[in-house]
């Protein structure tokens, strides 16, 4: 499929469509909804629950695979295998809260969900990975908005749950097993790679900005229904009139595009140059026709492939240095902001620094999500789906935010992302003490406080590692950050957090747990947790500066030459 260039209708027909794989990407959300379900009809204590819940964020996050095809497979192939993982998995757990099979083993159910959840890796992997060499230089900005609506679509699964599937967890797990792969054909078509632009646009800020917008207005309408529907009894046209507002508000980012198509349309029967065409490039005739002043040696073909492509030979770079093209340029070690295979970008300490305040931040995080219906129970909260939904839109403020903040602040000072995940991890610190003491009141609040705070920390990771190991093998690399979310479900939600709640529980002879003390001792080591991870944060910071005083020098990003692929 050839090239287009950035600025005409396909990145942004592409972005257009990228809100619907993410919004579908965001199945993992959908736990807290169908797990009750799932322990009633199975019979499962807490602490088999919870280790669910690890299988799900295992497989949410488990993405090496998607980010080493990601560099082999066109983008629409890697979304059909995460189509293909949609139906097989959730038709699996479909299959047993329905009850249509019976005694299903604990293992397969197991399996299942991380098979299920795993095409959020697939689906996030192209969408994002596409998207961001697409804008290379409004990394943060573009991360900032798709991860912000996979932050959302916890609160449209909530909506379709409460409203359309009238709190049935079978109709939810059977949209998912048949729904989610219906958007990916449909959208695969349109995500596809585009060759970026040369530099910085200002063009592109007001289409980002009015992304971002209809994103925030998505937001407040998802958060309004819901609350709406839970107060009041609405009537099944009211409900569906919902429905098609919240279709609508999804399909807004297709109005950039559209306005293109408009606008180049009404320049063509006026006459008028299109800014948006590539016809500043030579066509395939007078391409042909174009000859080099000099003829490309051999040693300059064997230059070009070794920084184009990876299969390069220790042969032909020999021959290259024997011609005098290159002068040991295999053994000139990347610097950061330059692209890092990702062994390279392994050995390094910003690398594993990066890795350690992702992981405490977002595995402490994801312990409160996991649990969250349980906690809502423990306090007694009789609807726990206004606290999903609550914490569903304030990670979404908090992914949205946090990249266009940290864009904004490292173009204007140069100021590292990271200085964010250090400033919000100890806003963290201070909610999960609010949980332990399980004041009047504050439940909501820490809610929203800590959704905002656990979705900056995946807006400012994404554009963090791409500017310090670059974007040429960034899908592994992102993957790889990726997998401090399950690490901390295993660690903090599965093993620590559901033996706590099932030892209270069984000191009230239940099995379940009421009270402060049922999550207390876990919140008070959470608050640690993310102490620890604002002091790592600074370090990287520290650390990073001149990298970022390097690549912003000039008040917009500086694409390093390794990264002009």
């Not at 996991?370 to 992914?399: H, K, M």
């Not at 009421?514 to 640690?528: H, I, Q, R, Y």
């Amino acid at each position: 499929m050839p090239a287009v260039k950035s600025g005409s209708r396909p990145p942004w027909l592409g972005l257009a469509a990228a809100v619907w794989v993410q919004v579908a990407a965001g199945a993992g959300y959908n736990f807290p909804l169908y797990s009750p379900a799932l322990k009633s009809v199975m019979g499962y204590n807490q602490q088999q629950l919870t280790m669910l819940g690890v299988a799900n964020d295992i497989g949410e996050n488990f993405g090496m695979l998607p980010g080493v095809f990601c560099n082999r497979l066109p983008p629409w192939l890697v979304l059909l295998i995460g189509a293909a993982s949609c139906f097989f998995g959730y038709g699996i757990l479909w299959l047993a809260v329905s009850r249509t099979v019976v005694l299903m083993p604990y293992w397969a159910l197991w399996i299942a969900l991380c098979i299920a959840t795993n095409s959020s890796a697939w689906l996030g992997t192209a969408v994002l990975v596409t998207n961001m060499r697409n804008f290379p230089f409004s990394r943060g900005t573009v991360a900032g908005i798709l991860k912000g609506y996979i932050g959302l679509s916890a609160a449209v699964y909530t909506l379709v749950y409460i409203g359309v599937l009238n709190h049935s967890p079978s109709k939810l797990l059977l949209l998912l097993t048949l729904g989610l792969p219906v958007v990916c054909f449909t959208m695969m078509y349109f995500i596809r790679p585009c060759t970026p632009a040369s530099e910085d646009d200002s063009s592109e800020h007001g289409h980002f900005l009015f992304t971002q917008i209809a994103s925030v207005f998505l937001g407040l309408y998802l958060l309004t229904s819901t609350l709406l529907g839970s107060v009041l009894a609405l009537s099944n046209s009211v409900t569906y009139i919902l429905f098609g507002i919240m279709i609508l508000l999804l399909l807004a980012p297709l109005a950039i595009p559209l306005k293109m198509t408009l606008c180049r349309k009404k320049m063509k029967k006026s006459g008028i140059p299109n800014p948006f065409s590539s016809s500043d490039q030579p066509s395939h005739f007078d391409q042909d026709k174009l000859e080099p002043l000099l003829a490309a040696s051999s040693s300059a073909t064997n230059l070009s492939s070794f920084h184009e492509s990876d299969d390069f030979t220790d042969v032909d770079t020999l021959l290259a240095e024997g011609e005098g093209a290159v002068q040991m340029s295999k053994k000139r070690k990347p610097r950061r902001g330059e692209d890092f295979r990702f062994l390279e970008a392994l050995v390094k300490a910003d690398f594993w620094l990066l890795f350690l305040c992702y992981f405490l931040g977002v595995g402490s995080g994801v312990t409160v999500l996991n649990n969250l219906a349980q906690i809502g129970t423990a306090a007694g909260v009789d609807d726990t789906t206004i606290l999903l939904c609550l914490f569903s839109f304030c990670n979404f403020v908090g992914r949205l935010g946090g990249g266009s903040v940290s864009e904004y602040f490292v173009r204007s000072r140069m100021l590292p992302r990271s200085v964010w995940m250090a400033f919000t991890q100890m806003f963290m610190t201070v909610t999960y003490l609010l949980f332990a003491l399980a004041l009047n009141s504050t439940l909501y609040a820490s809610t929203a406080i800590l959704g905002i705070c656990y979705g900056v920390q995946f807006s400012v990771m994404v554009p963090t590692a791409s500017e310090l190991f670059g974007l040429k093998h960034f899908g592994i690399i992102y993957n790889f950050m990726l997998l401090g979310n399950p690490l901390g479900a295993l660690l903090l939600s599965g093993i620590f957090a559901g033996f706590v709640y099932d030892k209270e529980a069984e000191k009230q002879g239940g099995a379940t747990c009421l009270g402060p003390s049922c999550f207390g001792l876990t919140f008070l080591v959470l608050a640690g947790v993310c102490m620890l991870g604002s002091v790592l944060s600074v370090i990287l910071t520290v650390r990073i500066r001149p990298v970022y005083q390097m690549l912003y020098s000039s008040g917009s990003f500086r694409l390093p030459r390794s990264s002009q692929h």
